[in-house]
């Protein structure tokens, strides 16, 4: 038997019980041995009947008598008396007649491991597991380990067939580099897969987990630090940082730029002038001017005679990003094109020419230029806006576009926290603009009980007198019978039939074809146009800095981010804006709505939303729920810190990662999961 063998060659894995496993995704004995438990319960102290206090109990005991009745129809109950030499105590099993035969002898001892409780008027042990006190405790008497329940896959069959395995743990050959074991102080790997499943005390269980996730955390962070060296071992195309068209480009901006996109331009400019791409990932809140700086790059890449290609992930940002920089960009004589599936056959056609050709400088587009019919004369330059809706593969084939690989500029509004930016995301170097431009003012924010809408509306409408616009946000697009969330279709109507009849009111949610979507957004950002009733797709970088009002209806039905980025569609220009987070219901606010009303930091709420939530849900499972990390927390900043100097020391020493295979195949696992070269 080795890690690879079918479970269905284990001892008493029959048909059924490989079935159940298939549907955990637990097919080999690595996968059962690599399968760890949520937690442990502890079962391992003995305690006399007479000293029994409610909680989670083993005793030794011998079954005195046990009958079986139907209470209902598809109800067994079992009942039996247990006795030890300080008492007796009644256990009680549903639907566990095979307890009548397993403890008939009178005269065997059994530990009993279950929950003593209070029920039906007396104490009694509920559905304790039952094993002979001569034999190998499985179910009863230790520290049991409780794995988890997918698809109801019990714990106590885990435990039986791992029982099997027992001796293979002891023999598996340690995973880890030697050294790393031991100036980590971390336990074997036998010491902690055994730690996992068979642990003695809570000591062995904490030793393990921290050796599990220490090694999942180091495989990451080896594969970040070798993505970012063969990053570097690549050419790109060198463009010169030419100061003199810089500074007229700058100087020509409506605005003064803040000090952090200054900085965060200078970062970009230095690092395209060198030989190996650039891979940099530009974080700002919303509102604080990313566009501007990638704007920035694209007049030094294209006065440098290459093109700039810009991914967005929506039409409406797409079409937004292209209107911005032709903008800017067209009196330098630059050309830019828009592409979304939207764009006709025929002037599909020729822009895709224009694009080979080169006489397009700039394209921006949505998946749409993912495509192979897409191609450049000479990419330099991609600049993919809200990067984390992108998964790794659509980069990469955007990346494969070009003779050599361009630079590649991520930018996000989702603010990543340090100890993500280290493990996720390590082979990235980090701009961040931590700066508002200097006219904001603070959005206001408040929770608001749905009794008091009308007042809501009242101050809405004070807005729209002064001349700003209102977003309402809904959760669905058509009312729901199964869903009580407020709908656009339903909201739009109600609300232009009654209070705001008098205002220009239209809706926007995904279903609009796209030229409907796009013509709503132009007739917004017009002003033609006072309240638009959305759903989350006005979500990422619209930009309308006239509109001062976001209410959003069912609030505690979003994600911190998911707020705090609808939040960013106001506040984008000097006026005073306010955000309004309508509750479902009367009922106390939840933790995480009063999070966002108290706080406009987005690295804060990052943090917050990383603890309540995981990465998986705040950073889109695309990227995060395939790192599938079994036992480390990625806001384990310690334990991160400390895999990260064992990565460093690792590279820098003579040995070969080759030599160890587990940990190679990981590392490399990882690495084309998060690689963008
Ligand atoms: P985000 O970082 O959310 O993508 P945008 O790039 O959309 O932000 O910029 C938000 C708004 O702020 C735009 O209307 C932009 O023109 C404006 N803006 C950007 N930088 C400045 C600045 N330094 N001063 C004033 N307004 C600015
Ligand atoms: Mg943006």
């Known amino acids: 038997m080795n890690l690879q063998t079918p479970l269905t060659h284990i001892k008493g894995v029959g048909l059924r019980t490989a079935e159940q496993f298939e549907l955990s995704n637990l097919r080999t004995v690595k996968d059962l041995l690599y399968f760890l438990p949520r937690k442990h319960e502890d079962f391992s102290e003995v305690t006399k009947i007479a000293d029994l206090a409610p909680g989670k109990r083993t005793i030794r005991a011998r079954c005195e008598s046990i009958t079986t009745r139907n209470v209902r129809r598809g109800i067994k109950v079992t009942t039996a008396i247990l006795a030890d030499d300080s ?40 559905n304790p597991s039952a094993e002979k006190v001569n034999e190998l405790p499985i179910q009863t008497d230790r520290l049991l380990p409780i794995y988890p329940a997918v698809k109801g896959l019990k714990s106590q069959l885990v435990r039986k067939i791992l029982t099997e395995l027992r001796s293979l743990i002891t023999m598996l050959p340690e995973t880890l580099p ?8 971390l336990v074997s790997i036998n010491q902690a897969l055994m730690g996992m499943h068979f642990p003695t005390t809570q ?8 050796r599990l996730a220490f090694e999942e955390l180091f495989e990451l ?7 970012k060296q063969a990053n570097a071992r690549l050419q790109s195309w060198k463009i010169d940082f030419e100061s003199s068209v810089i ?63 810009i991914l967005a992930p929506t039409e409406i940002l797409a079409t937004q990003h292209a209107r911005t920089m032709a903008d800017l960009l067209e009196q330098y004589g630059v050309t830019v094109g828009l592409l979304t599936g939207a764009v006709k056959t025929k002037n599909r056609q020729a822009l895709l020419d224009n694009l080979k050709d080169g006489s397009l400088n700039v394209i921006v587009g949505t998946h749409a230029l993912l495509e192979p019919s897409v191609q450049f004369h000479k990419l330099g330059l991609v600049a993919i806006d809200e990067q984390h809706r992108f998964g790794v593969q659509q980069r990469q084939r955007l990346l494969d576009k070009s003779k050599r690989m361009p630079h590649l500029l991520s930018m996000t509004a989702t603010p990543i926290p340090r100890s993500l930016a280290l493990t996720v995301y390590g082979e990235l170097d980090v701009s961040i603009i931590n700066q508002k431009p200097a006219d904001r003012k603070p959005i206001q924010t408040k929770i608001w009980s749905p009794v008091s809408r009308k007042e809501l509306y009242l101050a809405i409408d004070t807005q729209l007198q002064q001349g700003r616009q209102a977003y309402i946000v809904c959760r669905l697009i058509d009312d729901n019978p199964v869903n009580e969330a407020k709908s656009v279709q339903a909201e739009y109507k109600k609300l232009q039939n009654s209070i705001f009849g008098h205002r220009r009111m239209d809706l926007l949610h995904g279903k609009l074809k796209p030229a ?37 209806e069912d609030a505690e039905q979003y994600g911190l981010s998911q707020l705090h980025q609808l939040r960013g569609r106001v506040g984008r220009s000097s006026y005073q804006s306010y955000c309004y987070l309508v509750t479902s219901d009367t009922k106390k ?3 995480r709505l009063r999070e966002v009303e108290k706080s406009n930091d987005g690295f804060y709420l990052a943090e917050v939303d990383l603890a309540l939530r995981g990465p998986g849900e705040v950073y889109g499972r695309a990227q995060h729920g395939a790192l599938n990390l079994q036992i480390a927390s990625l806001a384990d900043t310690r334990l991160i810190a400390k895999a990260q100097r064992a990565a460093d020391e690792f590279i820098q020493s003579e ?16 690495q084309r999961l998060t690689t963008l070269n």
């Open 87 to 126: 008492g007796k105590l009644q256990a009680v099993w549903f639907n566990q007649a095979y307890r009548m035969t397993q403890l008939k002898d009178s005269a065997q001892e059994f530990f009993f491991s279950g929950e003593f409780e209070f029920n039906y008027n007396k104490y009694q042990l509920t």
């Open 221 to 227: 962070l080896l594969a970040s630090r070798l993505n």
């Open 203 to 210: 000591h062995d269980v904490k030793k393990a987990r921290e």
């Open 516 to 552: 409907e979507k796009e013509a709503v957004m132009r007739q917004f950002l017009a002003h033609e146009i006072d309240i638009l009733v959305s759903t989350t797709v006005v979500e990422v970088g619209v930009d309308v800095p006239n509109a001062t009002v976001m209410m959003i």
């Open 655 to 670: 040995d070969d990662l080759l030599q160890y295979k587990q940990l190679s195949a990981n590392v490399e696992k990882y």
């Open 247 to 309: 500074k007229t480009f700058v100087d020509s901006l409506p605005f003064t730029l803040t000090d952090a996109q200054r900085r965060a331009a200078w970062d970009i400019l230095q690092d395209i002038s060198g030989e190996s791409p650039m891979n940099r990932l530009l974080q700002g809140d919303v509102g604080s001017g990313k566009t501007v700086v990638a704007t920035i790059a694209t007049r030094q890449v294209v006065n440098a005679g290459y093109q700039v290609a």
């Open 178 to 185: 030697a050294a790393v074991v031991s100036s980590q102080k």
């Open 589 to 591: 606010p939840s933790q």
